[in-house]
């Protein structure tokens, strides 16, 4: 991506589910492009509209003065993996009002000459559990990888994701999806697609307008849909142990 950062993405949020109940449902949310290396600092009195904080990513024990560089360099030579020694961009939300949720942020790594080295996909469930897939995408974005982590409490931890994860074009633009196929099973589907702009002060107090505390705003609908869900008769699937969403791969 070519445009600088951090810029703010104004993203609309979809998920299918056709069986064995049929929903679909829609929101619009906020979300920032920035570069790991250079996350934004709104100053005293702005702070609460946006915070990044490294501790919010990555599931390793937190060592003070830690950068998100660190955190990220730390995890993938946890698995074995070397770190990118150019440029990271992260899709994700900050906090606001001393809050935050993810459900997915992406990592664009980069090598020192601007190639892509690798994308990492952390997922957040609603359990406070962290999980990272580790993806070498093709020239489309595409790439399958395991699933590994339990998300949703309608869905077990079987299957496989299929995933497009596309690098921002030239102008900032995200379109991203998930796919999760299981045998037996309809194919559940995820896609967020947005279009950015320069994070200046009037866009940051804008987006309160048009997204209002996103991160709360969207672990509310998750909640809200799941209740539904339930109501409509859609059987929970009990929550494996800890130690089986601890599992990480990196599969090309």
Not at 71 to 97: D, H, K, M, W, Y
Not at 120 to 139: G, I, K, L
Not at 211 to 225: D, E, G, K, S, T
Request: glycine share 6%.
């Amino acid at each position: 991506m070519s445009v600088h950062t951090p810029r703010l993405v104004a993203s609309r949020i979809t998920h299918v589910r056709t069986e064995p109940v049929e929903n679909r449902f829609v929101y619009r949310s906020m979300h920032w492009l920035v570069d790991i290396d250079a996350l934004p600092d709104l100053g005293v009195g702005r702070r609460w509209l946006a915070r990044f904080w490294a501790a919010d990513h990555f599931a390793q024990p937190v060592t003070d003065g830690q950068t998100l560089r660190d955190r990220l360099t730390g995890f993938l030579a946890a698995e074995g993996i070397q770190a990118p020694t150019g440029r990271v961009i992260v899709l994700t939300s900050p906090r606001v009002a001393g809050y935050v949720f993810n459900p997915l942020s992406v990592f664009w790594c980069h090598h020192a000459d601007g190639t892509l080295a690798c994308v990492v996909a952390e997922v957040h469930n609603t359990y406070s559990q962290r999980h990272c897939y580790v993806v070498h995408p093709d020239a489309d974005g595409r790439a399958s990888v395991p699933k590994e982590f339990y998300v949703s409490p309608f869905n077990d931890v079987d299957g496989s994701y299929r995933l497009r994860l596309p690098s921002p074009d030239e102008h900032g633009r995200v379109s991203l999806g998930i796919t999760l196929h299981r045998p037996d099973h309809a194919p559940f589907i995820a896609t967020l697609v947005g279009r950015s702009r320069p994070a200046t002060p009037r866009a940051v107090l804008r987006a309160q307008l048009s997204a209002p505390l996103a991160p709360w705003m969207v672990a509310a609908r998750i909640r809200v849909q799941g209740i539904a869900l339930w109501m409509r008769g859609l059987p929970i699937v009990p929550r494996p142990a800890p130690e089986k969403t601890c599992n990480r791969k990196a599969l090309r």
